[in-house]
């Protein structure tokens, strides 16, 4: 992109580029099933609420008509023309990117123009020209996806959700490190329990990628507690659960799901049931209310691709926007806590030893 203000809307944004009293958030306006209505009225809520300052980049003759309430310098628009398919091969979205509203965003970063950006776009073409423009941090092969699982008792950082499904042993310990940093730094974990998702906690349990995975994670600078099972995913047993982007986005899928299920089962329960259980359960509402907004995904509004040289959130395709005024708190507190910074710091020990 041939300079960020000459591809500006509006002229006056010399903010982005002097001072960090608040982080910039690049948000990319075309992606996701529910663009550009909620991804805008998402990044106006999240500017309002003044979690960061927020470029919209997209196409701005389809941005302007929900461009409201707010001041014509207070959010500008990237002008990019083109939208990424979701459906786009990773080849085919780097060939298309310079005109696009997700690789102009990334551009925006790369440049240090933006802070972060935010896309409820393709996740494959997010990583795809994510890896190519912004590279990895060193020491980390592969960026992975860290998904938190909403849970009863506190969150849970899942990694990789889904960006690698073929993992070597050595990518799976760095997700380790990379999945620990982002609980330090974002959930205010001190020491976070990093496990790896296998068929039993018994050290020997497991296929040979995930034990030898597991040496690699036992003399890393993390606090690896062994292996866990399905049924510790809820449990509390761990902070930070380790396994390839396959396994785990399968397991994302079937907590949505699962989620999405047990409401649907807790109100049919309820209005089928006797007069005195509907009142019992108009007195709770609130209880149930704060429960959802617990475990709902839109709560935590996107997950970090982590192991880049950039702050990237991969926001969910049907994002609202409540989720999209989430993910760009999200991205404004990892830019705050610099989870890039202390991934770096505690893989630089292994880059280290690797060069000696």
């Known amino acids: 992109m041939n300079g960020f203000l000459a591809g500006s809307e509006h002229p006056n944004t010399w903010w982005?580029?002097?001072?960090?009293d608040r982080p910039v958030i690049a948000v990319d306006a075309m992606g996701g099933d529910n663009a550009p209505r909620e991804i805008v009225a998402g990044a106006i809520a999240a500017y309002r609420d003044g979690f960061a300052r927020v470029v919209l980049v997209g196409d701005k003759d389809l941005i302007q008509p929900f461009y409201t309430g707010v001041g014509k310098d207070e959010i500008p628009i990237v002008h990019a023309p083109e939208v990424i398919p979701m459906d786009v091969a990773p080849s085919?979205?780097?060939?298309?990117?310079?005109?696009?509203?997700?690789g102009a965003a990334i551009e925006l970063v790369r440049e240090n123009k933006a802070d972060a950006i935010v896309s409820a776009g393709s996740s494959g073409a997010f990583l795809a020209i994510a890896l190519i423009r912004l590279r990895t941090i060193a020491g980390i092969a592969r960026p992975a996806i860290g998904t938190i699982l909403p849970t009863p008792l506190q969150p849970v950082?899942?990694?990789?959700?889904?960006?690698?499904?073929?993992?070597?042993?050595?990518?799976?310990?760095?997700?380790?490190?990379?999945?620990?940093?982002?609980?330090?730094?974002?959930?205010?974990?001190?020491?976070?329990?990093v496990a790896i998702v296998s068929i039993g906690e018994e050290r020997?349990?497991?296929?040979?990628?995930?034990l030898e995975a597991a040496e690699l994670l036992e003399s890393a600078p993390i606090n690896f507690i062994g292996n866990a099972e399905g049924r510790d995913v809820f449990s509390g047993r761990a902070d930070v659960l380790v396994t390839d982007g396959f396994v785990g986005n399968v397991m994302l899928k079937l907590a949505e799901a699962e989620s999405i299920a047990l409401q649907a089962a807790i109100r049919d329960a309820l209005l089928t049931s006797g007069p005195d259980v509907q009142l019992g359960a108009l007195l709770t509402r609130r209880a149930f209310?704060?429960?959802?907004?617990?475990?709902?995904?839109?709560?935590?509004?996107?997950?970090?691709l982590l192991g880049l040289r950039g702050n990237c959130?991969?926001?969910?395709g049907r994002s609202s926007r409540v989720a999209i005024r989430n993910a760009i708190r999200v991205a404004a507190t990892e830019v705050r806590e610099d989870v890039i910074?202390?991934?770096?710091?505690?893989?630089?020990?292994l880059v280290q030893a690797a060069r000696a």
């Open 341 to 349: 910074g202390k991934i770096a710091g505690l893989v630089a020990p």
């Open 16 to 20: 982005l580029l002097n001072g960090k």
């Open 157 to 193: 950082v899942l990694i990789d959700a889904g960006a690698n499904v073929d993992c070597k042993p050595e990518w799976l310990m760095q997700f380790g490190i990379m999945g620990s940093a982002y609980a330090q730094a974002v959930l205010g974990m001190k020491s976070p329990r």
């Open 204 to 210: 020997g349990k497991g296929n040979a990628q995930v």
């Open 289 to 304: 209310s704060r429960l959802k907004r617990t475990l709902h995904y839109e709560t935590y509004g996107g997950a970090p």
């Open 313 to 316: 959130i991969v926001a969910h």
């Open 92 to 102: 085919a979205a780097i060939r298309g990117a310079e005109r696009s509203s997700l």
